[in-house]
Nanobody, 127 residues
């Protein structure tokens, strides 16, 4: 079992930047595909980004490409999400997720529910 704890959320102005972190514990982190999802008020949870276990492949929602960057440090058992040029529409609770290939991979995380979730961290972007 993998436990995930997000941090780094907060209030930022439109056009600003913010970096989220997700610390994992419980099992070997390096073999898990990792991802980020978000859920805005009144909307369904949506896929944001994912990264393969060896960081060889990254995936992003089409609307977020160029603004968000996902990375991981297996030595620290941590995955990151760097966000820039933030918009009020980015306001949401951001969730870290983990999956163990081949059940779910980074490539399929956008359409296949991951096995482990963090509690979420609030990101609010003001106009």
């Amino acid at each position: 079992q993998v436990q995930l704890v997000e941090s780094g959320g907060g209030l930022v102005q439109a056009g600003g930047s913010l970096s989220l972190s997700c610390a994992a514990s419980g099992r070997t982190f390096s073999r898990y595909a990792m991802g980020w999802f978000r859920q805005a008020p009144g909307k369904e949870r949506e896929f944001v980004s994912a990264i393969s276990w060896n960081a060889g492949n990254t995936y992003y929602a089409d609307s977020l490409k160029g603004r968000f960057t996902i990375s991981r440090d297996n030595a620290k058992s941590t995955v990151y999400l760097q966000m820039s040029s933030l918009k009020p529409e980015d306001t949401a609770v951001y969730y870290c997720a983990a999956a163990r290939p081949p059940f779910t991979t980074a490539q399929t995380m956008s359409v296949s529910l991951p096995g482990y979730w963090g509690q979420g961290t609030q990101v609010t972007v003001s106009s």
